[in-house]
């Protein structure tokens, strides 16, 4: 059984469906408050590496909390990056999924869940 941490915020609609789409294949998982309890420093260091390209990735950059910020992220570095994710689990582009405590999963898509979760 794969071993499945799932940051989320109880107000997110996307959240509350993508741990439906969890729940409706049996996959357990731990569900953590994102806001109340945002991921350790190691998870943020394993989606920014992952997802280096587009540092942007990782902020949910339709939610109030940033846009009150009025940031340059990729001016940022990896240090002032998981300051700012920890300082306020709100700028996190959620639900933050992590599985086998290797691979971060952002946001819900079916078919990345699928691929990932299911076939992986």
């Known amino acids: 059984m794969k071993k ?19 729940t409706s294949k049996n996959l357990e998982f731990q569900l953590i408050d994102i806001v109340k309890e945002p991921p350790l420093i190691n998870y943020l260091n394993l ?44 700028l996190i582009k959620r639900p933050f999924l992590i599985y086998e405590g290797k691979k971060v999963i952002l946001g819900f898509n079916e078919i990345e869940y699928t691929k990932q979760l299911i076939k992986g």
């Open 47 to 90: 989606a920014l590496e992952q997802y280096s390209e587009d540092k942007k990735r990782i902020f949910n950059t339709r939610g109030k909390a940033i846009k009150t910020l009025n940031l340059d992220i990729n001016g940022l570095s990896r240090e002032e990056i998981i300051q700012l994710l920890l300082g306020d689990g709100k």
């Open 4 to 22: 499945i941490i799932f940051y989320s915020y109880l107000k997110c609609s996307t959240c509350r469906k993508a741990a439906k789409w969890l």
